[in-house]
Structure formats: C-alpha cells, structure tokens
C-alpha cells in the first residue's frame, strides 16, 4: 500500500487520496511525496482528466512533515541534504500551483482543490495552500494552522511564503510567528482556506469541474501584484517589519532562532519574484535546522516527547486503562485530577471530609466547562456528560469498584496515612494506590499502605487541567504493574509521563528549587531584582525566578524550606534564601495571591514591577554582575541537579530528563532541556563554567564526577545515554 492512491471518475475528476497505512494521521514522508509527485504527473498527462482534488482517506487531513525525516535529512545529508530536500517539497508544490497551465498567458491549466475532512497541520496546510481553492468541513474539532515554530523550526515547504503573500505579513504574523490554530470557521474568516462545507469533496469536485483559467492564478501569479500591507520598501509595509522584527526579538529575547529565520526569509522573499522567494525560504529553513537549537527542539518536543507517551518505558504489563478512579480530597488538586479525568472518560468519585468540600471540589469543573462553553469550545451537552462522570461524596464505601486511587489531601504523613488505610479497606485487591504528593518521599508514604508494590506517586502539575507533564515517582517497593497502571492513566488524559526514582523532591522539584532560590540568594547579595529577572528570560525563561515564586505563593517557599531545613539538619545549605522568604512572608507579601510580593501588584492584581521596599531591606550594590555571571548562576543551578539526579538512578533516562524539564517548570524550551544544553556547550566547557561559579559562589556549583567525567572522555549526553533516543 502508498500513502497516495488516485482514482479518476466518470467526470473527468481525478481523486488523490492520502491515506498512510497503520498511521492514525496522515504524516508526509519524501517517499510519500515521491508517489504524490507521479500521481500529479499522471492526472496533467492524462487529457480525459479535467481537474485534481487532494483529500484524505482518514477523518483528518494531515498532521505534518513526519519530523524524523527532516531530522534524517540533516543526519544524511548534512545542510545539502536538508536544502535538496527542501526544495525537492518547493518543486512539488509548485508544479501543484501552476497545474500545467502556459507560464506566460496563465492559461491551459488544470484545477486542483483540496478538501479536507479535518484537522490540517504544518504539511497538511502547505499543500491545500498550493491548490487553487481549499474546502473543509464543518467540523469544530478540526485544527488548521502552522504550528512548526512550536518546535523550533518554521513552514519551510511554501507555507511561510504563499501565507505571508496571502495575507500580508501583519496578517499572517499570528500563524507563522505563534502558530496560532483556527477551527474551520474562524480559519476562512482569516483566510487561511476559501470554504466551510458540509462535504468538502463534493463541494471540492463541483468547483473543478466550473472552474476557469482565472480561478487558477495565484495572486503572487498574476501580473501587478502587491503584497497586502505592502513590500518592505513600500512605507507602510516598511512599519510593519519593524514593527514586527522588534515584536520577534521581544518575544524570543533573541534565543529562539527559527521566528528570527522565518522573518527573513518573509522580508527577503517580499523583494524578489515568487520562484526565488521560494528557494530564500528553503535556504532559512535550512539555516535553523542545522542549529543546534533547532536539532534539540526537535529531539525533545517531537520525538522524545512522542516516544514518552507511547509508553518508551513503559514495563511489561498488560493493558491498565483505568476505569473508575477514587480521588481522596477535593482541594485545588484534587478538583483538578478529577476534571481531567471525568474530561477523558473516566468515572470519577471524589471524597472529602465535608460535602460541601466535596460538592466545590465538583465545581471546579463546572467552572472550568462554563467558561468553555462561553469561548464556544464546548456544549451544554458536553458539560452534563462530564459531570455525570463525577460523584462528589464523603463516603468512602463509593470507593468500591476503582482500579486505580489517587490521594490528594494535604501535605502532611499522618493525614495521608489516615486516608490510605480508609481507601484500601474498601478498594479491591489489584487496585493500585497513588499519592499526588510534590514533596514527600513515596517510600516513606507507602508504610501505611498494606500493599506497597501497589503504590505509586503520581505528581500532577497546578494548573491541572493546563500542565502538559505529569511525573510518576517508583518507590522502593513499587512495582510493574503500578508503573504501567500510572502510565496508562495519564496517556488517557493526552498529557506526557516521565517516570523517576523516588527521593527528595523527586525531578522537577529538585531542579526548579536551586533556581529559584539562587534568585532569591542574589536579591540577599545586592543583585539588582530587575538584572536577576531579565538576566533568567533572556535565557528563555519564562517566568525569572522571583516572578515564579510570587506565582507559586512565598508561604509555600517557606513551608518547603523548613520541612528540608527539619530533614537535612547541619547540611541544610539555604538560609540565606530563607532570610528573605522568611522575612517576606512575616510582612505578609506571600506573592500574587496576596497581591504582594517580590513584585507589587494593583488592586486587580496585574504586577506593577519590582515592589521597591526589597532595595530598602536589600540594598543594590554598586558592584553589580555582568549578565552572562548571573544567567550561569540561574542555569547552572537547575543544570547540575539533573546531572546528579542522572548521576544518582533518580532519573533514568536522559529523554525525560528534558521533556520533563521543558514541559515541567519551563526550561528554556529553545536548548532542548538541560541534557541537550549541556551538550551543545560540551561538558569541558561546562566544567570550567562550574570551576568558575564554585570558587566565586561556593560548593553548590560543584560539578558532578559524572559531569568531569564526560569531559574527560570529551563525550555527550546523548552520545552515552541516549541510546534509546533518535538524535535529531
């Protein structure tokens, strides 16, 4: 079987189907565009067909480049490979948009259409924009746009080209820059596609066959054209790339080098005919994917993430799909987990100790689907279905019949041991039990449990029903079954597992603490606030690290530091973090939920900048540190405590190291996670950083023996443990 197939009908319509074989979406391969490529030929050859529509065979259209091709190309080939490659997709395209008619008198062509039955991604939006008219369906779920720049490439087969042609480069900048995705209606509206039918072939088909030789000229064709908004040296157009080249370096601190790549390739391919537009964008496109940044993105975001979900790890077990689940308390968590269960499928009994707590905690969803409905991204029918699925309760009796339990109540052992032996006394003997704890160890948890090979940590992420990771922590005594059980759970609920060894504060604890409190430590030296915050987001962090502990609330930071303060005792080494926070909370600044904090907030809670009384408590010294000091300082901080996490069985695998890293608590998405970070640097750098930082800074910046090791051996990461990862 291909992944194309035609069939010519009695109308002269010749039928291109997509439909890749043992694939639940359509994903494009060069050997696919091969057999598409002759199929284009054959119907322009055959003089009984009188026009083309492409669609698929599936319920949606495509989903994209099949990513491990792009990153074959490169592999292969190195930037040769990748810009033949490139433009073998440009020649493709191109022979789709022209369709056999004169070059000259735009005549003598034939039409093509696309009709796309549902969502149409990346690829799956370039091809429809090379045919003439493209029809979809009515359908609310379908997803169209571009979204390449989410993992650090951009539409390099004509679509940054032909849209931005299209729509003028304003217009398009949401889609190309952000990658912004549209349902069908809000799609025309924009002008990414023509029609919204009720059937797309039909439609697709009756418009070939009265389409005339002006219905085939695209307007970058057609003789007088000027882009919407105008060229770069037309004034306007001149604002416009500006405006936009100022939004980019805003947006990206100038560490993201596909949205600088992709206005380029718009801004040079404005000034030039269309054919050598095409070959410029080829050429950026080219350019972003042999840096390194762009390989690392790759690697984590697609491949790594994808083999994550599909179970890369997962153990020997048969199928655990959970079908009832029990979640002890009802609190912020708690109603979370419940939500996104009951949204995939499950049933869903939620306990607290009170029914009014149990009856919020149901709410929460109730919320979370009215303001749904409100965006027109659910239905009043959708809302009933999901909250039939839950049943708020305090009787644990409703217990019976869960596969799976999960506890959410508060942090404390004692509680948690309570509510363990109340649900295992009614569960049934192969349930699994798991904690949703962010701090405690599981094995220490699992002694109140009477079958601690049943039990596991499940760590969901706040806000729930937004954080894409969820991180599955094994105990000592945990066994397969429950590994497998956790990981079938949370693929119900489309988000990405990692799975750890258990100890304090498991991964993404252990790593976004150091960074946070080396923010926090700088503040205590005189760092200037401003320098410490900026110094983090111009290494693509999202939040600095005193934004995201105003975010995560102060009172939090405090409670953490004296239960590690309580467990470490003398080698406790953070208590000039805990002066500040300390301090900070006694002032009654316990961040954005207090409207107080590190930064001041007005009275609807929007910050207003630093608050000013941290430079009264704090003065700023007049000796301030040059920023690549401070960025080492923020960075090495998370770094090095995934090597040693590496280092000590805590992690397991360098792929979720990353992933986990990226989607966890935001690390610079552009390096690919901290593992990729460092071997883009080279562990003989990074070790001569971490000499730097220790004689300055002291032993926290120690580099681990497996970090000099690899310098040593001048070796990789992903050369030495990423075996089980395709290399982008």
Known sequence: MTDFTMEKDADGVAIITWDVPGKSMNVLSMQGADTLDALIDDALADAAVKGIVITSGKADFAAGMDLNVIAGMKEDGGAQGVFDGVMRLHHLLRKIELAGMDRKTKKGGKPVAAALPGTALGIGLELPLATHRIFAADNPKARIGLPEIMVGIFPGAGGTTRLSRKLGAMAAAPFLLEGKLSDPKKAKSAGLIDEVVDDPLAAAKEWVL???DADLVK???????????GEPFHPAGFMTFVGASAMVHGKTMGVYPAARALLSAVYEGAMVPFDQALRIEARWFTNVLMNPSSGAMIRSLFINKEALEKGANRPDQPDQKVTKLGILGAGMMGAGIAHVSAMAGIKVVLIDATQE?????????????DKAISRRKSTEEKKAEVLGRITATTDYAALDGCD??????????????????????VIGTDAIFATNTSTLPISDLARASARPDQFIGIHFFSPVDKMALVEI?????????????ALDFVRQMRKTPIVVNDARFFYAN????????????????GVNPVLV?????????????LQLVDETSIDLGVKIAKATRAAMGEAYPDGAVDEVLFWMADEGRLGRKSNAGFYAYDDKGKRQGVWQGLADRYPRSDDQPDLTEVQHRLMFAQTLEAVRALEEGVLEDIREGDVGAI???????????????????GAARAVEICEGLTERHGDRFAAPDLLRQMARDGDRFYDRFGSRAQAA
Do not use: H
């Open 210 to 212: 009265a389409a005339e």
């Open 219 to 229: 307007p970058w064709d057609a003789k007088g054209y000027k882009m919407p908004g």
């Open 357 to 369: 707590s149990a009856d919020k905690g149901k709410s929460y969803s109730e919320g979370l689907l």
């Open 404 to 425: 799976l339990v999960v506890e959410a109540v508060f942090e404390d052992p004692q509680i948690k041991a309570d509510v363990t032996k109340k649900a295992e006394a």
């Open 473 to 485: 922590i094994k105990g000592r005594e945990t066994g397969p079954r429950a590994v497998a059980k």
């Open 510 to 525: 252990r790593c976004i603490i150091p960074y946070i409190n080396e923010g926090v430590r700088m503040v205590a030296e």
């Open 533 to 545: 915050e900026n110094a983090a987001k111009m290494m693509g962090m999202p939040l600095g690290p």
């Open 663 to 681: 989607l966890g608590w935001g690390f610079a998405p552009w390096s690919g996670g901290p593992f990729s970070w460092l071997d883009m640097m």
